[in-house]
């Protein structure tokens, strides 16, 4: 078998690519080690949590929420198998839409472990024993990235648990140990908070989320702590051992000497993902990784190698599904003779807890330290009609402009729909829009969106109408 392009890895950034390099006309195939396609992002990751994350959030909903409302409920309760089971069927009509979309873009499907033996020449393990070559003039390396587990934290899938395992426990637990505050540990220690587990999240930054703004950090370490989460920042994980019912975590302050154990019924390690690299035959065809695992590329991200690509979470950048999609279509369009660009300043970050985190653009502290003059705006979400209606007032709006020019450096949300609200943002800064040109805009009334035009006014004159 002989293709223009072949892809390795069937996440968002792999089949995006091959439905790209279809629709261009070339002869395409990927490769997926496993037997359903989407990869991490569609079978344990995005999806999957989002699902549970939805679920959890009506649970919560009523057991907290629904009697102000009106809605009087009895014997409520968690029916954790029917949970997962949902999750599971979100999953497979996912993955079955994938496998629709390969279908219908002429792309054809390899199940096995693919790996270089040459720059043109690829081998499929599959998972018989048996092994298929296939040639290729291209290849797209898209293989995604996995959780970082330590050697001291005896991870073994059972009570010490990576997002893969969490997102298939039968039992609302008692209590859970979060290793981490970033976005997969807060958004799965959220879940499991809603339904009433004793959350605990151990991290050594000096705040959640610390690579968004600090607002944003802030405002959501507030939200969490109403669902009962408890935080050790600037503390690290020294040891985790684990027995067939729980889990002992040995935590250490930073900076000190100072130690004390956690006991819960699962510790979930959530410090980070890996690029996935292994076994690749990156060797046979001189490919060289870095320190952290990750493939090196060019402005077109092409390796040095002439026509091996590298895209998603194997590459340098934010470890984000549709930062992957945008590169997958960017290198199919380069192979095309095209000239496509990404702004990498404007993948916006998202963090799926309830109120939802969003940020693009530039963070308060970046600016600074780069010494960029600025004017900030913010708007509270307790502020704004909408969010009365609907209770859910946590949060605020934070525009960061340029002093002189007005221009929008920097958009960090945290509230209600937050991930859509972003969009707005994204598509101001594409323009490259002021502070004034967004205070100018119409925005339907009542809204969420009405933040935004709100904390633009704060910007430009600092003069928000509802606040």
């Avoid at 892809?7 to 261009?24: D, E, F, W």
């Avoid at 946590?394 to 340029?402: E, F, M, R, T």
């Amino acid at each position: 078998m002989k293709y223009d392009v072949t892809v390795i890895g069937s996440g968002p950034g792999g089949y995006v690519a091959a439905i790209r390099a279809s629709q261009l006309g070339m002869k395409t195939a990927i490769i997926e080690r496993y037997n359903t396609l989407g990869g991490t992002c569609l079978n344990v990751g995005c999806i999957p949590s989002k699902a549970l994350l939805d679920s959890s959030e009506h649970y919560h909903n009523a057991h907290e929420k629904f009697e102000l409302h009106g809605i009087n409920i009895k014997d409520l309760k968690v029916n954790m198998p029917q949970m997962i089971k949902r999750k599971n069927q979100v999953v497979e009509e996912n993955t079955k839409g994938i496998e629709f979309l390969m279908k219908k873009n002429k792309i054809d499907v390899f199940h096995g472990h693919g790996s270089f033996v040459n720059a043109n020449t690829i081998s499929i393990a599959k998972a018989d024993g048996k092994t298929e070559t296939i040639e290729t003039a291209k290849t797209i390396i898209a293989t995604g990235s996995k959780p970082i587990t330590p050697a001291a934290f005896n991870y073994d899938k059972k009570r010490v648990i990576t997002s893969t395992e969490a997102l298939n426990i039968s039992k609302v637990p008692k209590k859970m140990v979060i290793v981490g505050a970033g976005v997969i540990g807060l958004e799965l220690g959220s879940v499991y908070a809603r339904l009433g587990t004793e959350v605990t999240v151990v991290e050594y930054a000096e705040r959640s989320i610390a690579m968004m703004d600090v607002d944003c950090g802030k405002q959501l370490t507030r939200s969490l702590k109403k669902l009962g989460m408890k935080f050790y920042f600037k503390h690290m994980v020294t040891n985790v051992k684990a027995t067939s019912r729980s889990v002992t975590v040995e935590v250490q302050k930073r900076d000190s000497e100072d130690k004390f154990e956690l006991k819960a019924d699962y510790c979930l390690v959530a410090i980070g993902r890996r690029a996935y690299t292994d076994n690749l035959g990156l060797e046979n065809v001189g490919i060289e990784k870095d320190d952290r695992g990750r493939i090196q590329v060019n402005d077109h991200l092409e390796t040095s190698v002439p026509g091996i690509y590298a895209i998603g979470d194997v590459i340098k950048g934010n470890m984000l599904a549709h930062k992957a999609e945008e590169e997958g279509v960017l290198v199919a369009e380069v192979m095309a003779g095209q000239k496509p660009h990404i702004n990498y300043n404007l993948i916006p970050g998202v963090v799926y807890t309830w109120p939802e985190v969003a940020s693009v653009g530039k963070t308060e502290a970046e600016l600074k330290e780069a010494g960029t003059p600025i004017k900030i705006g913010k708007f509270p979400f307790k502020a704004l009609g909408r969010a009365r209606a609907s209770t859910d007032t946590d949060g605020l709006v934070k525009i960061i402009a340029h002093q002189e020019t007005d221009e929008v450096l920097g958009v960090h949300i945290v509230g209600a729909r937050a991930a859509d609200m972003i969009a707005e943002a994204v598509v101001a800064m594409e323009y490259r829009a002021s502070a004034e040109d967004i205070s100018r805009m119409s925005h339907a009334h009542p809204t969420y969106t009405e933040a935004i035009k709100e904390a633009a006014l704060a910007a430009t004159d600092n003069r928000p109408l509802h606040s």
